[in-house]
């Protein structure tokens, strides 16, 4: 008999707000709802059942105790501070198994990418987890993660640049929140993602 399969959980941690790093009309700041996320993500071919989007309320005891299981990934939205010259280059993992980066599914932020950190957080939470989730076969996520899978971070970047139905797709995830966009964005998204039972890495 065929085993039931448990659907992933993707955790937020975020009050509702839209977020992002930077401003740009073709992608436009995601509202941090896990209704959005989920509607998005489903949209692009993760199947209902096989992964969804949570709230977190809090990191203690009780609140985890809340968390339905398993996690694949979270998504953090958090206060993102005007960049300091002075500060050290941005760091793509926080993981000390170094021979897991290459492991890795990750997507570098570049300028023209405008508002899309909520779209490469999501990006990162399924690419990270392809080994747990059954994606639509031909669908927006299925045909991006393999014309992409062998390049670097960068190449990436640019095929999301291009990409007009995952901008699209984007842009009414946007306009199904619930929050005003207003003229600054000072969120952010980054997505913790598990490498093995032992590695988590930032993204």
């Known amino acids: ?69 398993p996690v694949l990934a979270v998504v953090f939205c958090f206060p993102d501070p005007p960049e300091d010259p002075a500060a050290p280059p941005e760091q793509v993992s926080a993981t000390e198994d170094k021979e897991s980066l290459d492991e890795v599914y990750f997507i570098k932020q570049i300028d023209s990418l405008g508002n899309a950190c909520g779209t490469i957080a999501l990006l ?47 842009s009414l995830a946007a306009s199904a929140g619930d929050t005003e966009i207003g003229d600054i964005v000072e969120e952010h998204y980054v997505c913790f993602t598990a490498l093995n039972s032992k590695s988590f890495c930032w993204s």
Not at 20 to 34: H, T
């Open 1 to 69: 008999s065929k085993k039931e399969k448990t659907s992933g959980e993707i955790l937020m941690a975020a009050p509702t707000s839209s977020a992002s790093a930077c401003s740009g009309e073709r992608w436009p700041p995601l509202e941090s709802s896990p209704e959005v996320f989920n509607q998005f993500m489903w949209s692009l071919g993760v199947p209902r059942g096989e992964a969804e989007f949570h709230d977190v309320y809090g990191l203690d005891a009780d609140a985890l105790a809340m968390v339905p299981q």
């Open 124 to 170: 990162h939470a399924v690419g990270n987890a392809c080994s747990e989730i059954s994606l639509v076969e031909n669908s927006g996520l299925d045909l991006f993660f393999k014309s992409t899978a062998s390049m670097d971070p960068y190449e990436r970047a640019r095929v999301l640049e291009k990409d007009d139905d995952m901008a699209r797709a984007h």
